[in-house]
């Protein structure tokens, strides 16, 4: 007899199996099915999953308050984490910076409104997943063919690499002003989304990774340490005010926050999470709340930090022409200056958590996308050596990642315009073939885009479309506009 | 985290089982292969703008990077 926790990954789990597949039926009658058997018959990643499902079906069919709630809180996990994981290092310097450049004002319900925008192109990724059970990547690549899938896959992955250089800045910046050297910051880092990925099956991979997620959240307490003017926040709302008027470097701001809301890797994680999760069109609306409770989430740290270097960094009356004269460095040297070293603690600890929590969904990203396109299996319930094709893409741009940003004098800058430029390029093309995906009413059937949905969609991905053109052209054209 | 009997109580047959696996859409996903579309109409179209961007994204990046370098 072996025991099953022993044989998977992190499966807590224990019970009895025999060899030739009975199970403890001991307790059950001869009328009854032997669970045991049953989940034992089923591949490993799947019989993790049905032991999920068979948790969450439990909950559903009991009608009790606790019971409903706990369904609740079993069926969060994607959407949280991809929004989430969206205000990654990057993303949280791009606040930072226009919250210095703009002060409190037009980026402040800009934010508000990419709440919709977020969940209206997250939303059908979920549809997607519950209708076909498959990730976006194999779904282009079977829909429409080698070209559009190799396509998809190297624009990804390549921008996935590049993303992940980015989020060991973050991570090494962050841990820097803990006095940790950068050589032991970029192994802590790798260290820890490595245990992440590697240590758990699905279930508690998803749930490890909403207690780092909730860390994120550390920029929200940080506002009232800065004091801001309430009335100046309120009024923003009321007035969309740009303080310099429209200029280039507000273009150029405002573009570069539209392309920290919406990544392409955001639909490739989101579509293959909720498959690796489990989830069937019978639970959409309650993906759908997870998704725009992370699109809220998602809103209020980027607004927190908006307000937070909006009130400390911004200077009234300083016209400023180039967002790099405001890098990180200077913004926490100022926060510092301003409110002290604790809240500037805060603040890195912030960064960190951003590039960790960012690291694990892009890792996960590739290895699903590479996996879905490659044939390969694709589960983080699978146990490393089973799942080895699976897992490797994924940690092999991580360390990848990990070893660029140890590199003396690498251009780092010039790495970041190619990771977004990258972004500009890929996003029509992710962009249509979710579109057509969900449109598609041969594997859709009733849970295709209705009209409502297809206009609102529409708008938002040409709005997208040619806001990610422009700003691909403005990273490498920086005159143009 | 242990599955406990109140998880599955719901299965007390085969054609439980059946049910719980069918729903759950869990052995579905080899069974259904997916069809290549059919690309017609607008959604050509939509394909060739596609394409057009991305060759004058292309081109532009080069020159830009170029410029950069």
Known sequence: MRWYAQTDKNVLMRIPIMENGAGASAAHNSQQVDINKKLAELPVDIRLRAIDRLRVTSLRNNKTHLAKFLLILALIGPGILVMVADNDAGGVITYAQTGSIFGIGFFIPFMILMIPVAYVVQEMTIRLAAVTRRGHAEMIWKRYGRFWGSFSLADLVIANSLTLVTEFIGITFGLGIFGVKPVYAVLIGFAFVLFITMSFRYHNWERASLVVAFFNLVFIPLVFFAKPDWGLVASAFGTWKVPFGITPLFIYVLLANLGTTIAPWMLFFQQSSEVDKGTVPEDIKAARRDTIVGACIMAAVAISILIITGTLVFQPGVSVTSASSYNIQFILSMITHRIGMLPTKLFALGLIDAGLIAAIAITASTSWAVGEAMGWPKSINLPFLQGRKFYLPGLASMAVAAVIVLIPHVPLGFLNLTVQVIASIFMPAAMLFLLLLVNDREIMGKYANGKANNAAAIVIMCMLIAMSGLYGVSLVFPGLI | ?69
Do not use: C, S
């Open chain 2, 1 to 69: 985290m242990e599955l406990k009997q109140d998880d599955y109580k719901f299965i007390k047959t085969e054609e439980d089982w059946n049910r719980f696996v069918k729903r759950e859409k869990l052995l579905e996903y080899a069974a259904k292969p997916v069809k290549r579309a059919k690309i017609k109409g607008w959604v050509k179209f939509a394909f060739v703008v596609i394409r057009i961007y991305i060759i004058i994204m292309v081109v532009l990046v080069f020159l830009g990077f170029l410029h950069v370098l």
